[in-house]
């Protein structure tokens, strides 16, 4: 919730900066999906790896699929960490009237970015990776990624929705703690298994995917 230390970033994960307080670019959705994606396990494609592929090719192969993970989760990366941002300001009194009175469509919008009605999400789930030792880490990286969105930070946000309206809701209070531990469980995850691909290429310091750490601090925290 927002009084909630952020935590610090792990290895291997650079910092996620707060977007600012405008319109998100991504695509907007009139209609989302009403209720949360309880678990989703993504069903991820695995391609043949050459067993001449060497190893600066297996990085490169492995660094090219986790920017396609980046690039599919970007939108609903920003849109948690928008939601965040609002909610924080919000319980704090300082949301301002114009942002106030945008919230809920703001909101609405936050939520289909980390729904599968956005296509981005979908192709998410379905990112192909090379059937290598390192591919099957990567793998696990595009399945604990789309939980992040689909289930975690989705679950962030519809919870945030019902906060903005009735700001003692018992039940929607328990639901964003939860999903903030979730959230934070699975991008160390995240971490450790991409940890485990850069092992198994010899140490290859592959990127992260840029997960934030939610919540976020406020602007008058950092």
Known sequence: MSNVTSEAAPAGEPP???????????????????AAVAIVLAITVVSDLPQ????????????????????DANSCLYAASEAFHFYDEETKGTLSSANRADLPGFLTDDQGACSFTNNSIFD??????????????????VNTVTLWVTSDALAAIEAIMTLTKDPTNTAALSALSSAERLLASDRRAVTHEIGAADKALGGASLPGIGLPSLPAPSASKS
């Open 16 to 34: 996620f900066e707060l977007p600012p307080l405008q319109r998100a670019w991504y695509r907007r959705r009139a209609v989302v999906v009403g």
């Open 52 to 71: 001449h592929t060497s190893v600066p090719q297996q990085i490169q192969q492995e660094t090219t699929v986790i920017q396609a993970i980046h690039n």
């Open 124 to 141: 998410l789930s379905n990112i192909e990776v090379p059937g290598s030792a390192a591919g099957n880490d990567i793998g696990e990286v």
